[in-house]
């Protein structure tokens, strides 16, 4: 961890829920699930449970990043959604503020990545060991001193949209890991996970559950 936890208290914003599927909006500074030790025991899904007494876990959300995050109720919809994650039939968009100006408006980052063992948790692009990852983006909004950005990653790995950010020199504001330079400018990592798209469990039907960036 980059600092002591302290995470977040207040309610955990419910966005959607039914027989099969839980949605919620993941504040920043809340682990996704429990870390190692007692002191790294409070997390979303332990949160959740008291109320969602069968709630499983499908993917995860960096503690840092805040934003929509989809949990099963049942074991059929924990492997139904964990397929569509697998076989990249889910469709994430999120929002980040970047350091400087972020051009051409639109384009794709496709850079293998791997764990820094040195450094872990940090992660690493490497051309040699590392594990495919790409990330498509969309300037929103740019200045020379920041650009808002949407990002929107075809896989899935470990820090994917932080490092790809970084190796493009435009770190996203507020990293503790990536850009401590600017953490102490703000409050919290500049990356939200804004929108997710996906089939539902019951039926296959399209969803697409939306949480508004807070910055």
């Known amino acids: ?11 955990i914003p419910i966005l959607h829920a039914d027989h ?3 949605v919620v ?10 870390g190692k030790g007692p002191e790294l025991a409070d997390c979303l899904i332990a949160r959740l449970r008291t109320a969602f007494p069968t709630v499983l ?3 995860r959300l960096d503690r840092d990043t805040s934003g929509v995050m989809v949990f099963a109720l049942t074991p059929h919809a924990q492997r139904h959604l964990g397929l569509q994650f697998e076989h990249r039939r889910t469709k994430k968009t999120y929002l980040a503020r970047v350091a400087g100006r972020l051009e051409p408006k639109t384009g794709q980052v496709d850079l293998p990545l791997i764990v820094d063992w040195p450094n872990r948790p940090l992660q690493k692009v490497d051309h040699e060991t590392g594990r495919p990852a ?4 969309r300037v929103i909004k740019a200045s020379d001193a920041e ?3 949407h990002l929107m990653p075809l896989t899935g790995r470990s820090h994917q949209l932080r490092v790809h950010m970084l190796a493009l020199g435009h ?6 890991f990536y850009a401590p330079d600017t953490a102490a400018e703000h409050p919290r990592l500049m990356l939200h996970a804004e929108e997710l798209r996906l089939r539902h469990p019951d039926g296959g039907l399209g969803h697409k559950f939306r949480a508004a960036a807070p910055f």
């Open 171 to 176: 770190p996203i504001l507020g990293d503790p």
């Open 147 to 149: 650009t808002r950005v």
């Open 57 to 59: 876990l499908v993917h």
């Open 25 to 34: 909006d993941k504040p920043a500074g809340l682990l996704s699930v429990p």
């Open 1 to 11: 961890m980059s600092a002591a936890y302290s995470p977040p208290s207040g309610d």
């Open 134 to 137: 790409q990330t498509d983006w």
């Open 20 to 22: 099969e599927i839980l």
